[in-house]
């Protein structure tokens, strides 16, 4: 038998027999083979949103409608923004317009909203800035039209260009600060109430002032030196007194700080000597004389008063009184020993000098004679015999 014969009958052997197991796997049920199909187990999927698909017109129409509705909304805006801008709509009317000299953007701004030359603050703020004129305007009073743009404006308000209005004011030796805030009003400098708040509360930088105490209208009494100043109208009270002030340190530099600081009395306590000074010398020949007489009574009598009507009338003005040398005041030095509380009036660098440079005397009596001018007297025996004479005219001071 050859070998293709014999692999032959192997093959139909194989298919011809059939193994039997009887019943050993009953307990294991049918056998499956490999790649038969399997039963399916049921798992749920999320469920997946529906994307709503809107027409192209739809959206086509909302943007159309927005571009619309910005569009009304600038163009309403933005013709009232022009019509600030190039005062297209403002009338034909003249305005007055006052800058302080401190006054920033914001305060110009304001000013020029209160008087009707510009409706939106924020956008002339905006155009300034822009425009590089922040800083462009100079203080003074100027007259401009409600009609003016922006750009008119700016141009309007610096000097030289409107009317920067001034007032030439002269304040004489001897002038109180009452009369002095009177006479500032009726020039149109500044109001007498603003001046009195501003002298009694204002913190005034100046070394003279620190031992003065705050709180009255007359607390810079003695330091608004008397001359000839040129203020702006309506000016800042602070700015005005201020220019006062300056002038009394300047001329306290020239005409004998030395003096002044080597002194036994304080700068205070010397103007108020050369402020009683002011009130009774009737001529600059008598000044020397007169601060003659109160250092002899300061600083040689046992009850140093200095017995002078000019100081005791001054308390009876602060107090609304007539004049009386009974008066319960700081300022009766009748019944008060030294100085009295302060200065009574502005001296004027005459009289300052007077103090600093008494005349040399044995005198500690006044009286004043018919002529008008002052006698002095060395004993009180003297003094008593003129004031019974004919030659006697008693003067209130006023």
Known sequence: MDEEQKTTQEQQAEQSFTPDFGNTFDDYGEYQQDGAERPSRS?????????????????WVLAMAVAAGLGILLSNYGWKWADDVLALSRPDAAVEITINEFDDLDAITTS????GAIEYEWLFKLYCKFSGSEDYFDPGVYTINLNYDYHALVNNLVEGAGSRGEVT??????????????????????????????????????????????????????????????FYLKDEPENVLKKMLQNFQKRMSE???????????????????????????????????????????????????????????YGCLLLGEKFSTEIDSPYN?????????????????????????????????????????????????????????????????G
């Open 43 to 59: 798992v749920p999927r999320p469920k997946r949103l529906k994307r709503i698909r809107l027409p192209r017109i739809f959206w």
């Open 333 to 397: 030095t009748y019944l008060k020993p030294g100085l009295p509380a302060g200065p009574i009036n502005n001296p004027g660098i005459t009289s300052i000098r007077a103090v600093l440079q008494p005349a040399q005397t044995n005198y500690y009596y006044i009286a004043t004679s018919k002529d008008g001018f002052n006698k002095f007297f060395a004993d009180e025996k003297s003094f008593t015999e003129f004031i019974s004479s004919d030659d006697f005219k008693p003067i209130i001071p």
């Open 112 to 115: 020029l909203k209160e008087a």
């Open 169 to 230: 004011v002269m304040i004489v030796e001897g002038s109180r600060c009452s009369d002095i805030f009177e006479l500032l009003e009726n020039k149109g400098v500044c109001s007498r109430e603003k001046l009195e708040q501003a002298a009694a509360e204002y913190d005034f930088d100046f070394d003279f002032l620190k031992d003065v105490p705050s709180g009255a209208p007359n607390r810079l009494e003695g330091f608004l030196f008397p001359d000839t100043y040129y």
């Open 255 to 313: 005409e004998g700080l030395e003096q002044i600081s080597s002194s036994p009395y304080s700068m205070r306590e010397l103007v108020t000597m050369a402020s009683i000074v002011e009130g009774e010398a009737a001529s600059d020949e008598e000044r020397p004389i007169v601060a003659s007489v109160m250092y002899n009574r300061l600083n040689n009598w046992e009850n140093p008063v200095l017995g002078m009507d000019s100081t005791v009338y």
